[in-house]
Nanobody, 119 residues
Framework: QVQLVESGGGLVQPGGSLRLSCTNS????????IGWVRQAPGKQREGLSC????????YYADSVKGRFTISRDNAKNTVYLQLNSLEPEDTAVYYC????????????WGQGTQVTVSS
């Protein structure tokens, strides 16, 4: 069973940082590729990053490359998304999602965590 739970969102000033976490309250995350997707009000959903389970390969959207870093700690059953140099345009609800492999359609989604970048 897969029940993804995100945490770590909040209000941060421009230029600040946050670390988002994604866990699976229904079992292990280890066998899944985990991605992060965000959706801002009035905008389409945007895929940000993904990390594979088997080889740990990571992928990033151009909009966040160099600012966001995805990682996983299987011992803690957690995938992280480190957000640095945040901009007001990064304000959105951030979701983690699971699939068999990065690039595949996501099968499971969390409930999302709000990130607000504002002074």
């Amino acid at each position: 069973q897969v029940q993804l739970v995100e945490s770590g969102g909040g209000l941060v000033q421009p230029g600040g940082s946050l670390r988002l976490s994604c866990t699976n309250s229904g079992g292990t995350l280890e066998k899944y590729a985990i991605g992060w997707v965000r959706q801002a009000p009035g905008k389409q959903r945007e895929g940000l990053s993904c990390i594979n389970s088997s080889n740990g390969n990571t992928y990033y959207a151009d909009s966040v490359k160099g600012r966001f870093t995805i990682s996983r700690d299987n011992a803690k059953n957690t995938v992280y998304l480190q957000l640095n140099s945040l901009e007001p345009e990064d304000t959105a609800v951030y979701y983690c999602a699971a699939s068999d492999l990065c690039g595949y359609e996501y099968d499971y989604w969390g409930q999302g965590t709000q990130v607000t970048v504002s002074s």
